[in-house]
């Protein structure tokens, strides 16, 4: 394995795309949507040109490549080709966006590929990620997400219909995958992915350090991210348990790895990308701590671009509730006024909430950690008798082709 020495870089080369920040923003259904993305992104672009005011994400255009990549959250292939309306406003990207970076889900190889052409051919992304790490029941059971890279020839003939649909369009689109360790401990599987997708011709490879029964449980196993860059040649991105710009830097030097995923550690913390775009480009450590009033600043902006990304300001209230738990998550705000702040309705109604609070409360430390909910690892959900054989036959071929029609959107 690595030794602990500071490893930075200035760019990141993933196919054709250049990057000046080893920097990713992973997909998170529910989260990653256009108006937390551009937050995140322009923490992210602050911190790559070390300019930062009030701890507010700087202009736009402050610098003139991209501080990493932002990713849209989950895009289901079915929904796409069949048209699907949330799903076509979900895909949409912002236009402020340098990279359009979208991660494309499916079990169906020919619904990739045909999802893959309305992309690139309705010019709606630069980038393509494809979803093999989700833990969730309801994608697993089915076949999908981190459950499918146990079948080697179903996982090999998707990423290869999703390489010949960009290469068919001749546009200069890198495809990536995500992925994780593999089904449970006995079952591994990103060995083999990995060395599947890079010869299939995918750019890159991101790995989350758990297996699909850890879910977000326990410590991810960077050990393996360090296994899987040993053995790819395109550049494998690290992901799990970074919570801080320090983690970053640990994971780099440990793993070697080319770049870090960042997904729920930035739930209520858009500057973080700000702490590792920073750090990750210097080498020099760096941690905003925002105070309460300038975290509240924050969330104001966040309602803003909520209500200009949705059809009505009750809509975009609704889906910033959870948002607001995470920002505000350590701050003693008494029981009321949470309870109070998870029903808000309007946006006069929020900002009389704030307007409550003492803006000059300092960051509180215990904020700084693991976010989200771990819980325990969990009994894997798949189709019967997938575990058999590293292979599909006839009936489960059926049966994956046949669950993408239960797309919902997202």
């Known amino acids: 394995m690595q030794n602990m020495e500071t490893k930075t870089t200035g760019t990141l080369q993933i196919g054709p795309l250049k990057l000046w920040a080893p920097v990713v923003l992973a ?14 992104r322009q923490f992210g672009e602050s911190g790559l040109s070390g300019q930062l005011s009030d701890s507010l994400p700087a202009a736009q255009g402050g610098v003139d490549a991209p501080a990493g990549l932002y990713v849209c ?18 895909a949409q990207p ?32 630069d980038h393509i990620d494809l979803n093999f790490g989700c833990p969730v029941p309801k994608v697993t059971k089915k076949g999908g997400g981190a459950a499918l890279p146990w079948k080697l020839d179903l996982f090999t003939e998707i990423v290869t219909a999703v390489v010949r649909a960009v290469k068919e369009t001749e546009k200069p689109v890198p495809v990536t995958i995500k992925m994780r360790v593999g089904i449970d401990d006995k079952h591994l599987t990103y060995r083999d992915a990995g060395q599947i997708a890079q010869d299939a011709g995918v750019c890159a490879v991101a790995l989350h350090g758990r297996t699909q029964t850890q879910h977000y449980s326990g410590h991810a196993d960077w050990d393996t991210i360090a296994q899987l860059k040993q053995d790819l040649k395109i550049p494998v991105l690290g992901n799990g348990d970074i919570w801080g710009a320090q983690d970053a830097l640990d994971m780099m030097a440990y793993t070697g790895c080319d770049a870090v ?10 500057w973080l990308f700000y702490d590792l775009v920073a750090s990750l480009t210097t ?22 671009l909520m209500i200009a990304n949705s059809r009505s300001e009750a809509e ?23 309870a109070a702040l998870s029903r808000v309705e309007t946006l006069a109604q929020l900002e009389e909430l704030l307007s409550g609070l003492d803006p000059e409360v300092e960051y509180p430390p215990a904020a700084r950690g693991k976010r989200g ?15 058999e054989s590293r292979y599909v036959n006839q009936e489960q071929r059926e049966m994956v082709a046949a669950n993408e029609c239960d797309g919902d959107g997202g």
């Not at 997909?27 to 995140?40: E, S, W």
């Not at 607001?324 to 350590?330: D, F, R």
Request: charged share 25%; aromatic share 6%; with cysteine.
């Open 27 to 40: 997909p998170m259904a529910g989260v990653t949507d256009v108006p937390f993305r551009r937050l995140c």
């Open 73 to 90: 959250e989950m895009i289901t292939a079915r929904a796409l080709v069949e048209r699907n309306e949330k799903t076509f406003h979900m």
């Open 94 to 125: 912002d236009p402020a966006d340098r990279v359009r970076s979208l991660q494309l889900y499916g079990t169906d190889p020919v619904n990739l590929y045909k999802a893959t052409h309305i992309l690139l051919e309705e010019d709606l992304v």
């Open 261 to 270: 995923v960042v997904g729920r550690g930035a739930q209520g913390r858009p």
């Open 283 to 304: 080498g020099a450590l760096t941690e905003l701590a925002p105070n309460l009033g300038q975290v509240t600043k924050i969330i104001i902006e966040h309602a803003l």
């Open 316 to 338: 975009a209230m609704r889906n910033l509730r959870k948002h607001i738990g995470w920002y505000l998550k350590g701050f003693s705000l008494g029981g009321q006024m949470r």
């Open 373 to 387: 909910r771990a819980g325990g690892q969990k009994k894997p959900h798949l189709p019967y008798g997938w575990l």
